[in-house]
């Protein structure tokens, strides 16, 4: 479903992605972590074209992102991401923001789309907080209602930019059910995140990234189970977030 | 000095006062809309990437900021009519200089609204699908003007009182409307305080009308 070939990006000099290469098939769920700065969050946001990259090409659900003039929108309308940050439109009520790009990118009815996010919001466990706006709710059912917004334009893949680490700790929770009962009904997703608890159990693949390459590209239970699979590079990191 | 208000009936205000309110409300009305609009556009092109839309925006903005509004007054009101060639009347001169002018502050306003727009909460708009004018249209831009409300209101109040101004083309505005009944009863004191007091109790009720507004409409973070 994405195909991640070769990809290479610089920030003028300084090299932030090198010759990553992966392939994501549908219903993966693949859990990308690794150091700070190590270029995690530049590569998932490759995937929806918000980076560009200079070198190699990525493959999404048939289209090539190297390509010039692509529907980007349109692409990009069919990729969820959710923000560490949350970045729900804070000017705008829970039901304003699950509507918004359905009406102006979907083209759909205002009823329908009312409809269609309000069962979204009812799946992240928050209808009764429709008319409120972001500011009134808690950093997790913020998180959540993103999420709910995210999976009302019938996205093909998800991808979760540290989805947990701006929340307090008993937050943290509420938005990995979601998440892991996203998985369980076979969404194909790509997840940075430090959480490894919550990786172990959803991911069928582990991503280790550093100095914007991908260092260890392994199926969970290898990357868990033996670390004598791993790269002593992997293996301090590990350690040290599972000590944290 | 006596003071003697006895003269200041209905009907005075009717003949002499109430058709400078209504041009100097109107001509604030119509330059704050205008020089909103056009000062977003501004602003818009001001912070483009594309050097032939942020050059003239700032070239525009900074020229207009760095020249007394009385001369801009003038030379519209000696240029327009050249460049139209025909003459347009003092009171639409008005309504065109006051909206081109207010336009170069309000775009400087509109800038630093913009800029107080997290940059993710585009990205956030792109993510959906959202292209970058409707990220603009949706996202940015209502955060942006309810961040600046507090200022495009101080403005909007500066440009009220900048309406008298217009003496300088002879269009009769509020002010003008108090000058001429005060000569025509030679009372010129006593309608140049009742002046001051109607501009007094104008831009202070906006002032508080303003924070009302933004108290209902603030952002909650
Ligand atoms: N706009 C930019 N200009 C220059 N360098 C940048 C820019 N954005 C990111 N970088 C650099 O690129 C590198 C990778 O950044 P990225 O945000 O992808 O890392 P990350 O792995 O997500 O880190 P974190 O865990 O802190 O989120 C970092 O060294 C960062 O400083
Ligand atoms: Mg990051």
Redesign the interface.
Known sequence: MIQINNVSKWYDKFQVLNNCSTVINKGEVVVICGPSGSGKSTLIKTV?A?EDFQQGDIIVNGISLSQKGID??????????V?Q?F?????LNISENLV??QI???KRQKTEALERGLKMLNRVGLSTHKNK????LSGGQQQRVAIA??LC?DPIIMLFDEPTSALDPEMVGEVLDVIVSLAEEGMTMMCVTHEMGFAKKVSHRVIFMDHGAIIEDLKSADFFGNNKKISPRATEFLSKIIQH | MNLDFSFFTSAVIKSFIFKGLIFSFQLTAVAMIGGMILGTFLALMRLSNKYYLSLPSSFYVNTLRSIPLVMVILWFYLLIPLILKRPIGAELSAFITFTFFQAAYYSEIMRAGILSVSKRQMAAGQALGLTYRQCMSYVVLPQAFRNMLPLFMTQTIILFQDTSLVYAIGAYDLLKGFEIAGRNFNRPVEMYLIAAFLYFVICFSLSKFTKLIHQKIKIIH
């Open positions: 929806n918000l980007l929108p349109k692409l990009r309308s069919r990729v969820g991401m923000f940050n970045e729900l439109f804070p000017h918004l790009a102006k990118v979907l706006f972001p500011g009134q917004r995210a334009m």
